[in-house]
């Protein structure tokens, strides 16, 4: 067992988490003061997009899958195991999301495209670091292309 | 507080963590049967990459860094905030990084590009999603670009 302690909160955005159309959606991250020192994100403005992670608190316990299902009960699209697809209701429900980095005021980070609702704790922010992206060529199946033609 | 039950364990590789040179390395990550039932990886094979999302348990935490240093303890490179920069010193130690998948075996991951040491617990597998990368023009400082020149 792992003690995490989340280090700031998602402010503003949805109250609810919906499937799609998250892009245009702007949050504020609160970083907490008794976790990080306002220091802690000097430089951060350099960087256009930030990776954000987050505890998806509001999905219950006993609704996680762990085993395969159809995505979003789409029973057109093929059952895929839980870590095969990006579903809320995963083991740890952790969610890793590179978002718009619109400004930074001390420990207040504005936001665009976050897929996280009012009062989510963030575990994690990292700069969006272009030499992170997938080596080689990239390859997924076509039903998660059609899942996320509106996602955004 | 979070709880947070690892679902798996890097096997191979590396065993202590080394500032660059990860691309190459090939790693196992062995799903823990308690967490995760083997239909849970049904369908990763369709994705060339997978996000595993990892804890750095051997980072000591009063080593954590909660403002600002010079990355690397590099002086010709800004003191940046801690998250500004890709350590592993930052607070709750959680690391985020997209793999090659090169093979899946059940609740047998193998892998490559994976920088996290043999015996690292396991958090979460994503798969990689094309629509999930960067939306709009990407910017980050220089220094970055030169820390990331040998990292794979």
């Known amino acids: 067992m792992i003690d995490i302690v989340p280090i700031g909160t998602v402010r503003g955005g ?3 988490a ?27 403005a350099d960087y256009s ?10 999905v219950a316990e006993v ?3 762990t085993g395969a299902r159809h995505p979003r ?12 697809q990006p579903a809320r209701s995963r083991p740890n429900r952790i969610g890793v999301t590179t978002v718009e980095l619109l400004s930074v005021d001390g ?3 504005r936001v665009r495209g ?3 609702i009012d009062g989510t704790p963030v575990l994690d922010i990292k700069p969006y670091i272009s030499g992170f992206a997938p080596r080689g060529t990239i ?3 076509n039903w998660v292309k059609e899942l996320m033609a509106r996602y955004w």
Do not use: N
Request: overall charge negative; cysteine-free.
């Open 73 to 84: 009960e789409r029973t057109d699209w093929p059952k895929s195991g839980i870590l095969a």
């Open 14 to 16: 949805r109250t609810e």
């Open 114 to 116: 976050l897929d996280a």
């Open 139 to 141: 390859r997924e199946p």
């Open 63 to 65: 609704s996680v899958e």
């Open 18 to 44: 919906e499937d799609d159309a998250w892009g245009t959606i702007e949050t504020d991250i609160v970083l907490d003061a008794a976790r990080v020192r306002p220091e802690s994100t000097v430089g951060l």
């Open 107 to 109: 420990l207040k980070l």
């Open 49 to 58: 997009h930030v990776v954000v992670v987050f505890h998806m608190h509001k």
